[in-house]
């Protein structure tokens, strides 16, 4: 459980932080752990409560701004893909994944290739 009292964080605030806590325990992370990301998060994007009085650190609104900005771009970089298509593409996927797609192409000898011989193997039969 995080520390510290939440009577300093907006509805806005508290709601995101469940909303994301959600998101973590629906991928499997343990209860605690996702209550704790949740609220590392949301004190990330918003440099903690947003209501008068607290810790007396003072955060500049134009600094939480500058951070939540940060974040989501942050956040938007990891979400960048690259087109199937891409050579690249092969490089950023995992071997299993790579022997997922050898075995819909229907590639012999899959099972005892490297990855690097598995990239090989699906560029030439692309």
Avoid: C, F
């Amino acid at each position: 459980m995080p520390r510290g009292s939440k009577d300093k964080y907006t509805d806005k605030q508290k709601r995101k932080a469940e909303h994301i806590e959600e998101s973590y325990e629906n991928k499997g992370v343990p209860s605690d752990k996702a209550e704790a990301r949740a609220w590392a998060t949301v004190n990330k994007q918003s440099g903690g409560g947003e209501k008068s009085g607290g810790s007396g650190k003072k955060t500049d609104s134009g600094e939480k701004k500058t951070a939540r900005s940060d974040s989501a771009k942050r956040a938007a970089k990891t979400r960048e893909g690259k087109p199937r298509a891409s050579t690249d593409s092969l490089e950023t996927q995992t071997k299993e994944s790579l022997l997922k797609e050898a075995r819909s192409k229907d590639i012999s000898g899959r099972s005892t290739m490297s990855k690097a011989q598995l990239i090989e193997a699906l560029r030439k039969h692309q």
